[in-house]
């Protein structure tokens, strides 16, 4: 079964197959490449995608609907004329359009896809994606990040690659920055970041305001009083903003109220230096995000060895500038910015379909937000409710398991509702609640009762909750996936069995019990001097049991076996010393 990839764009999208051992990009019934994601609905109900919705967007906004990718996992929904639609269901016109080029293009029936999506989205937004193919009659077999795409495609085309890379991807309507190594056939991700609402159009609308102040208008009171005007006079800043790459001026004249050419208005001049000056605010913006991805990689930009640009917004001289100047080195575009995020998706349709073309290509991803729990703060001897207690954080490689513990905050507290966020808020409220899981069976007692709290997550965005009460050895299990997607819970098991292979706690071994038993023992007969260094020794070998790091764990028990033994004391692992 042929597993097509697509990049859903805010402005385009478009669609890629693997065939005769590298990526072919699938044409459109017009015969490009690039499909307007433009959805117009019209008197009569008919639907029209792509190149025919833009152009009447023109001419009749109020029946068109475009960017609502920036509406992905949001409930907020778009009117085209006596009906509304949401963001999935408008993403789902446009994938339809692609799954029938890709038909007519291959002479088969496609049910099957890989979809991009900015590396920044959340949960519910990925969510929101697969729900969209799904309406489109498609099986999204994997949800993949855009950059990550972007640099499967540098990987593929050049096996041999060892390099430190930062991604910069800049669409039509969102921008992402990854960062990542590529060794060995090996695509690792370190970091990721972005904003989502963020992106080309924004430069395009920023354009428009700054020649409507020329003429001595406000763009809020022409977008509210004159539609048509706005929506012709955007068409010819984006226009314009592509002659500005082979030009140093451009003119643009005012269309009328109605959006038709109006001769008795003077065309304005727009220099390259002014139109540079307009797009400083939005300039500055990138920056954030990438001092983020560097922060979380814990690099400095020097370490980089290149800076790869990604999106049709990347085009631009003025971003390409601002960012050699701020990164200290010239970005480089070794492939077209608008094909090579659905060129990577196919790649890895074929990673999936295990094509002997990639057989020896490797790639890790990384957990874009922070998973956690709600937790309770105690502040002035009254336990607050409400913040956000990380387990995952934030770029950490995937799949990925990780614990800690917590307690009860009550005496005689015998349950506990979890409820499980993603994001960066310090407040729960702040961040996306996924789902909750009630844990009973806490045996009575004071407060402090502990338990601990494992997250496995899976690069499918399947994540499995497990709670532990030592007390009483009952375990509490939830897996927590995508409910709009079709999923079967024998595809959900099978991916929770492969999370069991990243599972790394040997607080369970019998012979850690045995080594803390006997150091907790010994703890009191060691001199008083002493005392305090065994101390801290234990505390970081119980971190390393619980922290999921093989490495850690191997360094800890090692160096409180030989603090053991040079002290005198001897520790034998058949017996609790």
Not at 470 to 487: C, E, L, Y
Request: charged share 25%; glycine share 6%; hydrophobic share 40%.
């Amino acid at each position: 079964m042929t597993i097509i990839g697509i990049d859903l764009g805010t402005t385009n999208s478009l669609s890629a197959v693997f065939e005769s051992e590298r990526p072919v990009l699938i044409p459109s019934a017009h015969g490009r490449y690039l499909t307007p994601s433009v959805v117009a609905r019209l008197e009569d109900g008919q639907i029209l995608v792509g190149d025919a919705a833009k152009e009447l967007r023109v001419t009749k906004p109020h029946l068109c609907a475009s960017r609502f990718k920036r509406l992905m996992g949001t409930q907020e929904a778009i009117q085209l004329g006596n009906q509304s639609f949401t963001a999935p269901e408008l993403s789902s016109f446009v994938l339809r359009s692609l799954k029938s080029d890709a038909e007519k293009f291959l002479s088969k029936t496609i049910s099957k896809a890989v979809i991009t999506v900015p590396a920044y989205f959340n949960d519910l937004q990925r969510r929101a994606t697969r729900f969209a193919g799904e309406l489109a009659g498609l099986e999204v077999v994997r949800v993949i990040n855009e950059p990550t795409a972007a640099a499967l495609t540098y990987g593929f085309y050049d096996r041999d690659l060892r390099k430190k890379l930062m991604v910069i991807d800049l669409g039509g309507g969102t921008f992402d920055v990854t960062i990542m190594e590529v060794f060995e056939r090996m695509l690792e991700i370190i970091a990721s970041a972005g904003e989502s609402m963020l992106g080309g159009e924004d430069f395009t609308d920023k354009m428009a305001s700054n020649v409507l102040m020329k003429f001595g208008l406000q763009s809020e009171v022409v977008e509210h009083k004159y539609p048509l005007q706005l929506a012709r006079l955007k068409q010819k800043c984006e226009e314009a903003k592509l002659k500005l790459l082979a030009t140093e001026a451009v003119e643009i004249s005012l269309p009328s109220q109605s959006g038709d050419v109006d001769p008795s208005k003077q065309p304005v001049s727009i220099h390259r230096d002014e139109f540079e000056k307009w797009m400083e605010p939005l300039l500055t913006r990138l920056m954030r995000p990438i001092e983020r991805a560097i922060g979380d990689a814990n690099l400095d930009v020097n370490q980089l060895d290149e800076i790869l640009l990604v999106g049709g917004a990347t085009r631009m001289d003025c971003l390409q500038k601002f960012l050699a100047s701020r990164l200290k080195r010239k970005p480089l575009c070794q492939y077209n910015p608008d094909e090579v995020v659905a060129m990577g998706a196919a790649i890895q349709a074929a990673l999936i379909e295990d094509n002997a073309a990639v057989e020896d290509m490797v790639m890790t991803d990384v957990c874009p937000h922070t998973l956690g729990i709600e937790v309770s703060k105690l502040f002035g001897g009254e336990f607050i409710p409400g913040y956000f207690e990380p387990i995952i954080h934030r770029n950490t490689t995937i799949p990925v398991s990780k614990e800690k513990q917590f307690s009860t905050v009550s005496a005689n507290q015998t349950e506990v509702q979890l409820r499980v966020y993603q994001g960066e808020g310090r407040r729960a409220e702040d961040n996306l609640l996924l789902g909750e899981l009630k844990v009973d069976g806490i045996p009575l007692g004071r407060s402090g009762a502990p338990f601990d709290v494992r997250f496995s997550y899976d690069p499918s965005g399947i994540l499995e909750v497990e709670v532990v009460v030592p007390q009483s050895g009952k375990t509490h299990r939830a897996v927590i996936s995508h409910p709009d997607s079709r999923m079967n819970p024998k595809q959900v098991e099978q991916i929770v069995r492969k999370l069991q292979k990243v599972k790394f706690y040997p607080r369970d071994l019998l012979e850690n019990k045995l080594l803390l038993s006997y150091c907790e023992r010994i703890l009191g007969e060691v001199p008083i001097h002493l005392r305090e260094e065994l101390n801290g020794m234990l505390d970081v070998f119980e971190n390393s049991l619980r922290s999921g790091d093989p490495s850690f764990y191997e360094l800890a028990r090692n160096q409180l076996r030989i603090w053991l033994s040079s002290h005198g004391f001897t520790f034998d692992e058949g017996s609790d010393g």
